[in-house]
């Protein structure tokens, strides 16, 4: 069975500054990794994920997240806050295999301060 | 491309009645198909999942229930609300592990039960 983590139900950065929100995982076999955004009153929408290859995946609004099998983790990162991007992110993990659902975290709420 | 909708995107209902949120997918086939409720400070919890037309899942023992009538339609049903049945509910469909389960969600239903 798969299971993630996310470190830090709120994280509150300055608008410019880096963006850097923790994910772990757990999986007996090859996971599929997943970073969803969820803005306030709406679904969530995916953001970016890794399958397979390369390990660095960049998704959509200058977001990328690092797979690292050694620790474990799929954190997300920007270089440059933006307002725009206060919202929760929920990191997410999944495999191949036919029977298994994708598990979502608990969720991070990303502040920016001005 | 495929979307999805669901509706309503808000209700307010009184303590025992009934409750429908309905919820459709163009652009695919075959889809696999989800009910999550997403109640403040709790992260996303799956209630129902439906792999075809009459299959579903239920996750969690609820005074919800959940149908299929149509390959790309899923309903979500209560014969009598409760007080904790209030939250934000997402469909979301999938095409299941060819796609990693890679999951895509609707705008949400507010549900607020008095």
């Known amino acids: 069975a798969q299971s993630v983590t996310q470190l830090g139900s709120h994280v509150s950065v300055s608008e410019g500054a880096l963006v850097l929100l923790r994910c772990n995982y757990s999986?007996?076999?090859?996971?599929?990794l997943f970073w969803y955004v969820q803005y306030p009153n709406q679904g969530l929408q995916l953001l970016l994920k890794y399958t397979t290859g390369a390990t660095l995946v960049k998704g959509i609004n200058g977001f990328e997240a690092e797979f690292k099998k050694s620790e474990t983790s799929f954190h997300l990162t920007k270089p440059s806050a933006h307002m725009s991007d206060a919202a929760e992110y929920f990191c997410?993990?999944?495999?191949?295999?036919?029977?298994?659902?994708?598990?979502f975290g608990k969720g991070t709420r990303l502040h920016i301060l001005p | 491309s495929q979307t999805i909708h669901q509706w309503p995107a808000t209700l307010v209902q009184p303590v025992g009645s009934p409750l429908s949120l309905e919820c459709t997918v163009e652009?695919?086939?075959?889809?696999?198909l989800y009910w999550y409720r997403q109640a403040a400070g709790r992260g996303l919890q799956l209630l129902f999942y439906s792999v075809g037309i009459g299959q579903i899942s239920s996750e969690v023992p609820q005074n919800l229930s959940a149908s299929r009538p149509q390959d790309r339609q899923f309903i979500l049903s209560s014969k009598k609300l409760l007080l904790s049945d209030s939250g934000f509910y997402l469909c979301a469909w999938s095409r299941g592990a060819v796609s990693g389960n890679t999951i895509y969600f609707g705008e949400g239903s507010w549900l607020t039960v008095v």
């Open positions: 999986s007996s076999v090859p996971p599929y």
């Open positions: 652009g695919t086939s075959n889809p696999n």
């Open positions: 997410a993990v999944s495999t191949m295999n036919r029977d298994d659902k994708i598990i």
